[in-house]
């Protein structure tokens, strides 16, 4: 038999060269990000002209093909990781974590059983026994999985909570969350097969947190129906203004209640290892489940979610399915089976660049970055109440900060107003130079900042708000009318 030609290699040195250009590359723009800038624009129209065409019959020289990748893929994405990507929750990253990523995947290796990586898995493990302490989760008992991202952690969370509170019968359950919870949420309920009437969206207080007695009121009403109140989300963090909710009252409702206590840390649980950010979250560590986000604030690149758990049984009893191919995999009780633990069969290996990079840098220069994007924020803060062109709408709230043009000297409608921001936020993105994009808080259109990139200064800040004073003034000059003589 001939030697099959198609082996999808590359020659050891073309292998080298073309290896040593991804690295360059990649260490090109980790050093010099800060100079480009950070936001790309295009229309389906300028990306078709760029790419459309038919797959390939045959190929090309790989060479040709990393220049037009480098020239027209990494320069038409938008950078989450620049010093003035400001919107959404950024994601800051680090090197190393790259580069444990590109060993995870150019090793290819499988991390769902533990006879297929003993190593991948034992390393899951004790990164997750490294963050049950870290946020005061019983080590022995407790136990979690990392995910794609929050949004499937969550998911993984409300499954757990489904199976382990109502069994098979969810007819008559009923879930509870705020209407500052994280849109994820809704998406895994609905996902689960809950229906509209089963869900209870309850309005937060004037400080935008869960209502403690309306909830109290909507739980009590619910039994008197003969509905099986089973599940509470709460959130650590909120995306439009880091709100944390008043988790230790939710946790004594939920004990009381015999209601499964979910935490959506998704963005500020980590916050919880700053010594700024920790007498927030009291009452965190008394949940059944917590998502956390280390491609956000433990600064891991995409993609990384994290779920923890109480007892790490619910996991396994939730998620476990014994097919014939697999059962000469299972091992022993203490060599997980991640794929036992979550909804993925064929996982990725996580664990290497959260291990790595914890392991490099150690948690004091985390801890340390965390304190100072909370801080960085509160001096937002400071300067804009100081400024006779902006209002502070809502208080920097672990690195959040949400503010809105509003001079003194000038009398605005609030129509005018969320006219003039709406502009602001939009010429500013349209020139590249910043990403800072608006919310709606009390009814008003309001610009945000999220500062969780441990490279941002104030300096970048400062220059952020004249570019966006000079878009105001402009706004002002085309759309005010001058004052009418008087007849």
Known sequence: MKKNPARLELPQNTMKTYGYRVVDAIVEHQTTQHEKLPVALGSREEMDSLFLEEAPENGMDPNKVLDFV???????????????AYSFVPGPSNYVSVMADALATGYNIFSGGWVASPAAAELEIITIQWLLKLFGFPKKKGGGIFTSGGSMANLTALATARRIKCGDDFSKAVIYLSDQAHSSNIKAIRVLGFKKDQIRVIPT????????????NCIAKDRLQGLHPFCLIATAGTTNTGTVDPLSELAKICKKEDIWFHIDGAYGAVAYISEKGKPLMKGMAKADSLTVDPHKWFFQPYEMGCLLVRNHKHLSHTFTEKPEYLRDIEGNTSEINFYDHGIQLTRRFRALKFYMSLKTFGLKEFRDAITYNIELAEKVESILRGSKYWEVVFPATLAVINFRY??????????????????????????RKALLVTTILHGQVVLRMCLINPRTTLDDVKETFELCEHFALQWEKKNVEAPSTPS
């Open 70 to 84: 480098l020239e027209k893929v990494m320069t038409n994405s938008t950078n989450l990781s620049h010093r003035k």
């Open 205 to 216: 207080d004037n400080e935008l947190k869960f209502a403690v007695n309306k909830l109290k």
């Open 406 to 431: 509003h001079p003194i000297k000038k009398k605005y409608s609030e129509k005018e107003l969320d006219t003039i921001n709406q502009y602001i936020s939009e010429k500013v993105v349209s020139s």
